[in-house]
């Protein structure tokens, strides 16, 4: 049996936080792959969820490392659990929610947006506290830029636009 020395630690100007609502550390970058893809590890504490949005100009993919999340893309609707993996596709109103214990994911955009996208509007993780707040002002600007499409709020589903147009 090999006894391989642990990976070096993501470096602390590669760790952010959006306030309480999640964790990212950004494992490959876009710069890195030439703007192919990035990976980011993401930890999100239990209960927390996105706004109900698409992405014009990226396809996000999520693997769950740990604990769970339930997706909300498209017409399909899937609790993921440790090991499962989900593609969501460009333009697809999409939504997530963690579970009870949280959900730990790699979140892996193609070409790269998402780690740029939290890089730019989080907050560096040690300069983070219990009281660090969401800018949502700046995170509006920059997903804009991005081309991202905010559809509606945390706890609104995909079926939920097929409600309003009826």
């Known amino acids: 049996m090999s006894n391989f020395p642990s ?3 993501v470096p602390q100007d590669r ?3 959006l306030g309480q609502h999640l964790r990212l550390s950004v494992l490959a970058s876009g710069e890195e792959t030439e703007g192919r893809h990035d990976v980011s590890d993401v930890i999100l504490p239990p209960g ?6 698409l992405h014009t100009g990226y ?3 999520i693997w769950v490392v740990s604990g769970s999340l339930t997706v909300w893309a498209g017409s399909d609707a899937f609790t993921l659990r440790s090991g499962d993996f989900y ?4 333009n697809t109103p999409h939504t997530i929610k963690a579970g009870d ?13 998402f780690a740029e996208l939290i890089s730019r509007t989080g907050t560096p993780a040690h300069l983070a506290t219990t009281e660090t707040e969401w800018d949502m002002g700046l995170f509006q600007a ?15 589903i995909p079926a939920d636009l097929q409600r309003d147009t009826e």
């Open 48 to 53: 927390a969820g996105t706004p109900l949005h």
């Open 101 to 113: 214990d949280g959900a730990r994911t790699l979140a892996i955009t193609s070409p790269a947006r």
């Open 59 to 61: 396809e996000e993919r």
């Open 15 to 17: 760790q952010f936080v």
């Open 142 to 156: 920059v997903t804009e830029e991005f081309g991202d499409i905010i559809l509606g709020p945390p706890g609104a």
């Open 7 to 9: 990976p070096p630690p």
């Open 87 to 90: 593609a969501i596709k460009m």
